[in-house]
């Protein structure tokens, strides 16, 4: 039986299977054995940016410990929560897996402080969006096929991203929003995301020691979540019983996104993928109980962790190291390494010959260079830049 036989086999009717794919814009022939989404994940997993998760923020700048999440942990555990939840409602698994592997690809340095950073400095210039961010480095600005430019990735995995935004005026992308609502697959990885951070910051936090545990008691969710287990193992205190809790609150939400969703898709009588992208309500959710409870969540995550001071300290440094950069390329384009400023169209020929053929389009606006150099950077080599640019003492 080859993959898409075992498609219509298991997968639930509203799922969305390999070959009802919009395909690739430059059209590949099929492979041997792997469906189209099992490729895009692949792809996904072999490119540059999706290795450089590993030294980007997710809230913590910087090497605070050795085991807090970034954002290649966090992808990985968006894509294996999204996994065990397509699984389980018969959704495609592969595309779920692919579209939560590459939803962070265009995340810049720092978190959203490096993202603030440069929408700011792109205000006039296009603007930074960070889903948009991802969508060119997987057309364009991943260089690793002769055939064709970026990661050739499949029509649903460009219109992931594109849902993800909420930059959704921008004419260029309309077609991908034209198909109609995101299929659930798309809707489900946007659930894990938000369940995978809610969790995990609170996890962080209290292991980085922004805050007790007496201090998130005040949280509904969390007390309502550690109750039972308090009750079931009294001795249990500090990491163990703070990873208890965690593993709780993930289970719960959960449970509860998979009722919740199995419960609308009978509400909205959905049979067919066809029914998915009519459906003007989104059917991947949580319960309203778990969204009031999450909502206090994130309240106190606001309120407590992400303007601790320690976060707001190092979220201030990662903006103005980007600002600095970006001022400093701009005003001398010349300093871009030699790959970047060939990209801009009015870069010297010389440059431009000294460069490589390159399948990456040329850019009109010099900001737009800028931005995706500084986009495409992780942490550490954004202070290092800074300090090559900027310190006296840093190399050259
Ligand atoms: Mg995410």
Not at 62 to 88: F, K, M, P, W, Y
Not at 99 to 116: C, R, T, V, W, Y
Not at 236 to 265: K, M, P, Y
Not at 372 to 385: F, I, P, Q, S, V
């Amino acid at each position: 039986m080859d993959w898409n036989q075992f498609e219509d086999s298991w997968l639930a009717p509203f799922a969305f299977r390999g070959r009802d794919s919009r395909g690739r814009q430059y059209p590949e022939p099929p492979h041997a054995f792997r469906t189209i989404f099992q490729r895009d994940r692949e792809r996904v997993v072999h490119c540059t940016a999706f290795r450089r998760l590993m030294g980007k923020t997710q809230v913590l700048v910087g090497q605070i410990n050795d085991h807090h999440r970034t954002r290649l942990t966090h992808t990985l555990e968006v894509a294996q929560i999204s996994r065990t939840i397509a699984r389980r409602l018969r959704l495609n698994e592969d595309l779920a897996e692919a579209i939560a592997l590459s939803h962070d690809l265009g995340h810049p340095p720092f978190g959203h402080a490096g993202e603030q950073a440069l929408a700011e400095c792109m205000q006039g210039h296009g603007g930074f969006d960070h889903n948009l961010y991802g969508l060119r480095r997987v057309d364009v600005l991943e260089e690793r096929y002769p055939e064709f430019p970026g990661l050739n990735l499949s029509w649903e995995l460009r219109e992931a991203f594109v849902h993800h935004s909420k930059a959704r005026e921008l004419r260029e992308h309309k077609s991908l929003l034209e198909v109609g609502a995101p299929f659930l697959e798309a809707q489900l990885v946007d659930a894990c995301d938000s369940l995978a951070y809610d969790t995990h910051d609170t996890d962080d936090a209290l292991g980085i020691g922004l805050i007790a545990l007496e201090q998130i008691d005040e949280v509904e969710l969390w007390r309502r979540t550690a109750g039972p287990i308090r009750a079931r193992y009294p001795a249990l205190s500090g990491d163990a019983f703070r990873t208890a809790v965690v593993r709780e609150l993930i289970a719960w939400q959960v449970n509860d996104l998979i009722a919740e969703t199995e419960r609308r898709l009978i509400d909205c009588r959905i049979e067919s993928l066809a029914d998915v992208r009519a459906c003007t309500m989104p059917l991947v959710g949580f319960g309203p109980e778990v969204i009031a409870l999450k909502c206090g969540l994130e309240r106190f995550l606001y309120e407590q962790v992400y303007r601790h001071q320690r976060v707001l300290r190092m979220a201030n440094k990662g903006r103005a190291i980007l600002r600095d950069l970006f001022g400093e390329c701009v005003a001398r384009p010349e300093l871009l390494p030699d790959r970047h400023f060939a990209r801009w169209s009015q870069a010297p020929a010389s440059v431009q010959r000294r460069v490589r053929a390159s399948a990456v389009p040329r850019e009109a606006s010099l900001q737009r260079v800028v931005a995706d150099y500084l986009a495409g950077m992780t942490d550490r080599y954004a202070r290092e830049e800074h300090l090559r640019l900027f310190h006296p003492d840093g190399d050259l």
